[in-house]
């Protein structure tokens, strides 16, 4: 039977891959905790950190291109 590249064992992460991935955990839980608190803001207060959030200067979709891109 031919071996396919599903077929191998992964390749062992190294500690920055495994750090920059708790770190992903990390953004993951903080915007649920985001999406639970922003039921209990006032309209103006949920525009306020919409509007704060928007402006971060990084975006997901940024650091995908970076890591997809190398």
């Known amino acids: 039977m ?3 590249l599903y077929d191998e064992e992964p390749m062992p992460l190294s500690g920055e891959a495994i750090r920059l991935m708790n770190y992903v955990d990390d953004v993951t839980v903080t915007l649920r905790r985001v999406l639970a608190l922003a039921q209990t803001l006032t309209p103006e207060e949920r525009k ?9 200067q990084t975006s997901v979709e940024t650091v995908i291109s970076s890591l997809q891109s190398k």
């Open 48 to 56: 306020r950190v919409s509007e704060y959030l928007k402006n971060a």
């Open 2 to 4: 031919e071996e396919t």
